[in-house]
T-cell receptor, first 110, second 113 residues
Framework: TQLLEQSPQFLSIQEGENLTVYCNSS?????LQWYRQEPGEGPVLLVT?????EVKKLKRLTFQFGDARKDSSLHITAAQPGDTGLYLC??????????FGAGTRLTVKP | EAGVAQSPRYKIIEKRQSVAFWCNPI?????LYWYQQILGQGPKLLIQ????????DSQLPKDRFSAERLKGVDSTLKIQPAKLEDSAVYLC???????????FGEGSWLTVV
């Protein structure tokens, strides 16, 4: 059983569509990170959220941390083929304990 | 700034053989991590070093996996003997300190046949 459940597991959409992916847990996290991983590469950090209810924007990407710091969402507006990849969330419980979800594999078709 | 370097990039071995992976973290990064990522799953932490000391190895299968970071810089991860279920990408990562941004290498892809 994963500590962090990500949904959906797979998502295939057309260019220009909007989408939201979710990261849920029953545990409280001190911070939560979102990464994107492209084939053949390691994960690259997109954002870190630390405060309950926090919203961060990165161009067309909007990240939200739940009020109770147990869940998070990533919303992409007007998706582009370059957004294709594996989106991973990772929750930190204290400094020495960070766990990853299984990821959402996004494909954006031109 | 050079990123996290890993080698080899790809390795195919037979079960019961041994394999070693090498990692050179970003210069000045005190914390080094080894993760295992099985196809379709997120990375799972195997071991975390702070300088040359082990911080967390609770998920490392110690009967067959070992890792060291003798001088607090480079690190090696060894598997002996390998099993089919060890087929995965082994990701090395580093950070300035615990709690700071983690930077990943490209990974070492292991196939055990």
């Amino acid at each position: 059983t994963q500590l962090l459940e990500q949904s959906p597991q797979f998502l295939s959409i057309q260019e220009g569509e909007n989408l939201t992916v979710y990261c849920n847990s029953s545990s409280v996290f001190s911070s939560l990170q979102w990464y994107r991983q492209e084939p053949g590469e390691g994960p690259v950090l997109l954002v870190t959220v630390v405060t309950g209810g926090e919203v961060k924007k990165l161009k067309r990407l909007t990240f939200q941390f739940g009020d109770a710091r147990k869940d998070s969402s990533l919303h992409i507006t007007a998706a582009q083929p370059g957004d294709t990849g594996l989106y991973l969330c990772a929750g930190a419980r204290g400094n020495n304990d960070m766990r990853f979800g299984a990821g959402t594999r996004l494909t954006v078709k031109p | 700034e050079a990123g996290v370097a890993q080698s080899p990039r790809y390795k195919i071995i037979e079960k019961r053989q041994s394999v070693a992976f090498w990692c050179n973290p970003i210069s000045g990064h005190a914390t080094l991590y080894w993760y295992q990522q099985i196809l379709g799953q997120g990375p799972k932490l195997l071991i975390q070093f702070q300088n040359n000391g082990v911080v967390d190895d609770s998920q490392l299968p110690k009967d067959r996996f070992s890792a060291e970071r003798l001088k607090g810089v480079d690190s090696t991860l060894k598997i002996q003997p390998a099993k089919l279920e060890d087929s995965a990408v082994y990701l090395c990562a580093s950070s300035l300190a615990v709690g700071n941004t983690i930077y990943f290498g490209e990974g070492s892809w292991l196939t055990v046949v």
